[in-house]
C-alpha cells in the first residue's frame, strides 16, 4: 500500500527520493562566507593594533621627541604585527582563491585560525610593554608560530579533497604555497626558543620573520623556482 503523502512532501515535492552521495559538491559550502568572517577579523585586528599607540601629551619639543623615543618599542612591535599579520592575510586570500569549497571541519580550522589572529594585538601589545622581556617574546612568537601551523594545516586538509580544489590547483602551486607557509611558522618557533636563552636575539628574529615573508625578494624567488619546478618536465621555452 502507498504512503500517503506527508505534509513535507506537499510544501517540497523537490525532495529526491534518496540523500545524494556525500562525495557530490552539493554537500559543500561556498567559501565567500570564510572569507567574509576571516576579512573582518583581519581588518578589526590590524586596526586594534594601532590603539596601543597613545598620543603624547603637550610639551616643550624637546619633551615630545623624549615621549616618542618611549614609543619606539611600540612603533616597532606594532609596525612587524600589521605586516605579519598582512603576510597572513595574503596568505589565507591566495588559499581561498584555490579552495572554493568548504566542509566542516575546514571550517573550525578556520575559526581555530582566526581565534589566534584576533590574540595578535593582545601579544603585540603585551611585547611593546615589556619588549626585553623573555616571557613576552616567548608568547608573541608562540602566538604567531600558532597561526602559522594552523593555516599551514587548513591548506594540507583541503588539498587532500579533490572536490574542494579549483580546477586550475596543481602540485606546483601546492610545493610553493607549502614553503611560504612553513617558514614563518619554522623561524617563530625558533624565536621562542632563541628568547629562552637571549630575549634581544629572538626579538631580532620576530623582526626578521615579516621582512623575508611579506616583501618580495631574490631569495624567495630561488626557493619558489626550486620547488615548485621539482619533478616536473623542463619548459621548451626556458632551453636556448
Known amino acids: 500500500m502507498a504512503r500517503a503523502p506527508s505534509r513535507i512532501d506537499t510544501a517540497r515535492p523537490h525532495i529526491p527520493d534518496q540523500v545524494t552521495s556525500l562525495d557530490d559538491v552539493r554537500h559543500y559550502s561556498h567559501v565567500h562566507r570564510i572569507s567574509g568572517l576571516a576579512d573582518g577579523v583581519f581588518s578589526i585586528a590590524m586596526t586594534l593594533l594601532v590603539l596601543e599607540l597613545v598620543v603624547p601629551g603637550h610639551g616643550s619639543d624637546a619633551e615630545l621627541l623624549a615621549k616618542l623615543d ?108 607549502r614553503i611560504a607557509y612553513v617558514l614563518g611558522p619554522a623561524l617563530y618557533v625558533v624565536a621562542f626558543l632563541v628568547a629562552l636563552v637571549s630575549p634581544l636575539a629572538g626579538f631580532v628574529i620576530c623582526i626578521a620573520v615579516p621582512l623575508l615573508t611579506f616583501f618580495p625578494n631574490p631569495f624567495w624567488g630561488k626557493i619558489y623556482s626550486r620547488f615548485t619546478r621539482r619533478g616536473l618536465p623542463d619548459d621548451p621555452a626556458d632551453k636556448p
Open 70 to 177: 618611549d614609543l619606539y618599542p611600540k612603533f616597532l612591535v606594532y609596525a612587524m604585527s600589521f605586516v605579519i599579520l598582512g603576510a597572513y592575510w595574503v596568505g589565507h586570500a591566495i588559499q581561498f582563491h584555490y579552495v572554493i569549497r568548504a566542509d566542516r571541519p575546514l571550517m573550525v580550522r578556520t575559526v581555530m585560525f582566526l581565534m589566534l589572529v584576533s590574540l595578535v594585538p593582545f601579544s603585540t601589545a603585551f611585547l611593546g610593554d615589556n619588549p626585553t622581556s623573555r616571557v613576552t617574546i616567548g608568547f608573541y612568537a608562540l602566538n604567531l608560530a600558532l597561526c602559522g601551523m594552523l593555516m599551514h594545516g587548513m591548506l594540507l586538509y583541503a588539498t587532500k579533497d579533490p572536490l574542494m580544489l579549483n580546477d586550475v590547483f596543481d602540485k606546483r602551486i601546492f610545493r610553493g604555497v
